[in-house]
């Protein structure tokens, strides 16, 4: 069974259209996040939450809308997309968030905006 | 600016070879992760070491700490195709996230 799984893979998509990505892990974590990954592989922290409340913001555009409806799952919406999204976005899943243990990581999702 | 860097940024061996890989940071940690990425592929957590530790093993790999330097380095011995990879270190401070480097793409050559 996959520990941490997103939907959809592969995203190609407009300049101004709206897309969610989905992630779900099955691990009995607490924290979940979300981080993107450049052309060059750098990798940034956007959010995380922890049982379902947001517990880090990083500096990224309002257009960027994380959702916990429960502490499986953090889907992440986008508002009128930008050439400038385009990256692999991740999701992961550690125990209790304290930067203190190992965080397992999705599939990624390759968002591709034309 | 970036928590960890890592050194080189591009590493090419050949197979059976050690392949040796250096992160260096700049604040006081907790812990320091090591992670694989495969191409096209998720992050892969290969081992932790924490702040009063100095060497650690998993099999062919080893990774050393050193806290006075902030620095720490990755041992991959007797290398094969399939350690093509990037290799990433992260450093976790207490109550804080992860902080990944930029990586280390690492080919081994058949």
């Known amino acids: 069974d996959t520990a941490v799984s997103q939907t959809p893979k592969y995203l190609v998509t407009q300049m101004g259209n709206d897309k969610s990505i989905k992630c779900e892990q099955n691990l009995g974590h607490d924290t979940m996040y979300w981080y993107k990954q450049d052309s060059k592989k750098f990798l940034k922290i956007m959010f995380s939450y922890n049982n379902k409340e947001l517990i880090i913001n990083e500096t990224v555009p309002n257009r960027f809308s994380p959702k916990s409806p429960d502490k499986a799952h953090l889907n992440l919406h986008i508002n009128s997309l930008e050439l400038g999204d385009s990256a692999v976005y991740f999701c992961?899943?550690?125990?209790?968030?304290?930067?203190?243990?190992?965080?397992?990581f999705g599939p990624g999702t390759r968002l591709l905006v034309l | 600016s970036q928590q960890g860097e890592e050194d080189p940024q591009a590493l090419s061996i050949q197979e059976g070879e050690n392949a040796t890989m250096n992160c260096s940071y700049k604040t006081s940690i907790n812990n320091l992760q090591w992670y694989r990425q495969n191409s096209g592929r998720g992050l892969v957590h290969l081992i932790l070491?924490?702040?009063?530790?100095r060497e650690k093993h998993s099999g062919r790999l080893r990774v050393t700490l050193d806290t006075s330097k902030k620095s720490s380095s990755l041992l991959i011995t007797a290398s094969r195709a399939a350690d093509t990879a990037s290799y990433f270190c992260?450093?976790?401070?207490?109550?804080?996230?992860?902080?990944f480097g930029e990586g280390t793409q690492l080919t081994v050559n058949p």
């Open positions: 992260a450093t976790g401070a207490s109550g804080s996230r992860l902080t």
């Open positions: 070491i924490r702040s009063n530790e």
């Open positions: 992961a899943s550690s125990q209790d968030g304290t930067g203190q243990e190992t965080q397992y």
